[in-house]
Every structure is written in structure tokens, then in C-alpha cells.
């Protein structure tokens, strides 16, 4: 189980930190970002709430490095809340670009509700070990570097979801990778 622990926490760590750098690396996708958030509807402090949702993913990457158990918790609150989000846009038909990761212009779909279903499954499995010990204890080095390369390329192909569903046939365009 402390193998399944750092797959997990190296998975929930690569998403987070890419979310945080991909909104925030450029004043384009900064203004990209703050858009999206605009999209969802919210009009009174958007800054500071599109601050905020940039804040609370550092925080959590900064949580899972220190301490797992409140990072894994962290990373299920995020999570619920956008997944509540993705779930109310699609439900009232507004058209929201999907900026999770950066540069995407791709709308939020079905599709985007199942990531963030698969990303949840992750953090409960990480927050329900971790709570129960199974992440404390004796791990021999080679296995650990096994589990946490193979957690943070699971992590990374996950960034990629829009071009992911695209391959698998998910979707019928590829997502649009601009210069915002």
C-alpha cells in the first residue's frame, strides 16, 4: 500500500503543479484563466476568485510535498468544488473553455466531468490510505522511484486529457493549443 500511496501522491502532485504553472506562466494565460472564470459566471471578485483557485492548487501541491494525508484532503475539496462546477456548467448549457491545464480552448464537456471523476478517485484512494497509515512505513528505494515515475506519467498524460479523449476517439476535433 505505500507503493499505491506514492503512485498516488506523485499523480495528484504532477496534476496540481501543471494546473498552477499552465495558468500562471504567461500574463496571456493568466488573462485566459481569469476569462474561463468569468465564463462560469462569477462577476464580483473575479480576480481575486481566479487568484484564489490558483492559490488553493498551490497549496495543495505544497501539502501533498509536506504532508500527505492533508494534501491528499486538499486535493479532494479542489477537486469536489470543480467538479460541482464542471457539473452545474454543463447543466445550464453555458460554454465554458476548459483552462485546467493551461492553454486548452477546448468547451467543457461530459468528458471533462469524468476526468475530474477519475482525478477524485485518485485523491480519495490516496486520502483513505493515508488516513488509515498504509503511507507510513518501510519502502525499498527502487520501488518507490517505481511507483512515483509511474504516478507522475499517469499524472502528465492526464494534463493532456483534451488530446487524450481526441486519440481514443472521444471527441471529433482535437483541442485547439493557441498562444493563450
Known amino acids: 500500500m505505500i507503493v499505491a500511496v506514492a503512485a498516488c501522491r506523485a499523480f495528484l502532485l504532477v496534476v496540481f503543479a501543471v494546473a498552477v504553472l499552465s495558468k500562471t506562466a504567461t500574463a496571456a494565460r493568466r488573462r485566459a484563466f481569469t476569462s474561463a472564470v468569468a465564463a462560469f459566471g462569477i462577476r464580483r471578485a473575479l480576480r481575486p476568485t481566479a487568484a484564489a483557485v490558483v492559490a488553493s492548487e498551490l497549496a495543495a501541491v505544497a501539502l501533498l510535498c509536506a504532508a500527505p494525508a492533508p ?46 471523476a477519475l482525478l477524485l478517485a485518485v485523491a480519495v484512494a490516496g486520502a483513505a490510505m493515508a488516513a488509515a497509515g498504509t503511507g507510513a512505513g518501510h519502502i525499498d528505494v527502487s520501488s518507490w522511484c517505481a511507483a512515483t515515475i509511474a504516478g507522475g506519467a499517469a499524472g502528465a498524460v492526464m494534463t493532456r486529457w483534451d488530446d487524450v479523449a481526441y486519440v481514443l476517439g472521444f471527441t471529433n476535433r482535437p483541442a485547439s493549443r493557441g498562444a493563450s
Not at 479542489?78 to 457539473?87: E, G, N, Q, S, Y
Not at 473553455?97 to 468528458?111: D, I, N, Q, T, V
Open 71 to 116: 494534501g491528499f484532503t486538499a486535493c479532494v475539496a479542489l477537486l469536489a468544488v470543480f467538479t460541482v462546477a464542471i457539473a452545474r456548467a454543463l447543466r445550464t448549457g453555458k460554454r465554458v473553455a476548459c483552462r485546467c491545464f493551461g492553454s486548452s480552448g477546448a468547451a467543457l464537456g461530459p468528458g471533462h466531468a469524468v476526468r475530474n
